[in-house]
């Protein structure tokens, strides 16, 4: 379920041109861009215009109109902005930046956010870096720059705007409950530079003292472990289903299946019990930010 993910293609100038990749896997993300490419190419043919023009118009080029038209590239919203403005959609154009907003997401981003956004009850432990919902802009920037092999810039930039919506989460009526473990080792490691790590701790803290968020920190002298598999994620739904995931069960997939589940929520349960408490692990970090 924990997702990493973001697409870029150059113009004739060498500039990378905005807009995202379609997946051709993502039957939705597919049939949303072709149908906005299809109403784009109907008001501009309706404007007698040709794409070059067009594309000259809004300040795009005209390799770039044919791939939106075709499907084959999800439009930023600056470039509907310009294009209802340039054909004098009236707004039928800009409006279409709703259809798109999910579908610039990677599939399995967006299918993630989709069960955080109806989950009442969400426990996560992270055992080698900080979860994804809990990371500063910087830390999950740096983070996807240092994928191996590399990503492009355009694929960097869309998992970072991934990354941050789905903070929503957060601002749910009425909250979910909210549980994170984080590994102390995760709290350490200067992603992104000393001063990278000192804004992520202080957003820790910020999350930690949420009232419907528990974040505690599992501390490294801790002798026993059950958590060593790695990473576990446990959502529960308000219908009495659930879906978990952890590393180190199960082949990594997502179970739904009762008795697995029991497995994954037994294994955070005895790490949960093995931490530090919410109070002494936000004390944990103060002093960590107070040595960085």
Same mark, same amino acid.
């Given at each position: $379920?924990?997702?990493?993910?973001?697409?870029?293609?150059?113009?004739?100038?060498?500039?990378?041109?905005?807009?995202?990749?379609?997946?051709?896997?993502?039957? &939705?993300?597919?049939?949303?861009?072709?149908?906005? @490419?299809? %109403?784009?190419?109907?008001?501009?043919?309706?404007? /007698?215009?040709?794409?070059?023009?067009?594309?000259?118009?809004? @300040? !795009?080029?005209?390799?770039?109109? !044919?791939?939106?038209?075709?499907?084959?590239?999800?439009?930023?919203?600056?470039?509907?902005?310009?294009?209802?403005?340039?054909?004098?959609?009236? @707004? *039928?154009?800009?409006?279409?930046?709703?259809?798109?907003?999910?579908?610039?997401?990677? *599939? *399995?981003?967006?299918?993630? =956010?989709?069960?955080? =956004?109806?989950?009442?009850?969400?426990?996560?432990? &992270?055992?080698?870096?900080?979860? /994804?919902?809990?990371?500063?802009?910087?830390?999950?920037?740096?983070?996807?720059?240092?994928? %191996?092999?590399?990503?492009?810039?355009?694929?960097?930039?869309?998992?970072?705007?991934?990354?941050? =919506?789905?903070? &929503?989460?957060?601002?749910?009526?009425?909250?979910?409950?909210?549980?994170?473990?984080?590994?102390?080792? &995760?709290?350490?490691?200067?992603?992104? /530079?000393? $001063?990278?790590?000192?804004?992520?701790?202080?957003?820790?803290?910020?999350?930690?003292?949420?009232?419907?968020?528990?974040? %505690?920190? $599992?501390?490294?002298?801790?002798?026993?472990?059950?958590?060593?598999?790695?990473?576990?994620?446990?959502?529960?739904?308000?219908?009495?289903?659930?879906?978990?995931?952890?590393?180190?069960?199960?082949?990594?997939?997502?179970?739904?299946?009762?008795?697995?589940?029991?497995?994954?929520?037994?294994? !955070?349960? $005895?790490?949960?019990?093995?931490?530090?408490?919410?109070?002494?692990?936000? =004390?944990?970090?103060? %002093?960590?930010?107070?040595?960085?």
């Amino acid at each position: $379920m924990s997702v990493d993910e973001a697409g870029a293609v150059r113009g004739h100038d060498g500039a990378d041109e905005p807009g995202w990749e379609v997946d051709p896997d993502d039957e &939705s993300g597919v049939a949303m861009a072709a149908a906005v @490419g299809r %109403q784009i190419k109907a008001w501009r043919e309706a404007a /007698g215009m040709r794409a070059g023009e067009f594309g000259a118009a809004i @300040g !795009y080029g005209e390799d770039l109109v !044919y791939k939106v038209e075709g499907g084959r590239r999800i439009p930023r919203p600056e470039f509907l902005d310009r294009a209802d403005e340039v054909l004098g959609a009236g @707004g *039928k154009i800009a409006m279409l930046k709703r259809e798109l907003a999910e579908v610039r997401y990677p *599939k *399995k981003v967006r299918d993630l =956010a989709r069960m955080e =956004a109806r989950a009442v009850e969400v426990s996560v432990y &992270s055992s080698h870096g900080i979860h /994804g919902l809990l990371q500063t802009e910087q830390h999950a920037r740096v983070l996807l720059e240092a994928r %191996q092999p590399p990503y492009s810039q355009d694929e960097v930039e869309r998992g970072v705007s991934a990354r941050i =919506a789905r903070r &929503s989460v957060f601002e749910r009526e009425p909250s979910p409950s909210l549980s994170f473990i984080q590994e102390e080792a &995760s709290l350490r490691r200067p992603i992104g /530079g000393r $001063m990278a790590l000192r804004h992520q701790l202080e957003r820790l803290l910020d999350i930690g003292r949420l009232r419907t968020i528990s974040l %505690q920190v $599992m501390p490294l002298d801790c002798e026993t472990h059950p958590g060593m598999g790695g990473d576990i994620e446990i959502l529960k739904f308000d219908d009495g289903t659930a879906v978990g995931r952890s590393g180190g069960a199960f082949n990594g997939r997502p179970v739904s299946d009762s008795k697995q589940l029991r497995i994954l929520e037994l294994r !955070y349960g $005895m790490i949960r019990s093995q931490a530090l408490t919410p109070r002494e692990s936000l =004390a944990f970090i103060e %002093q960590l930010l107070g040595e960085t």
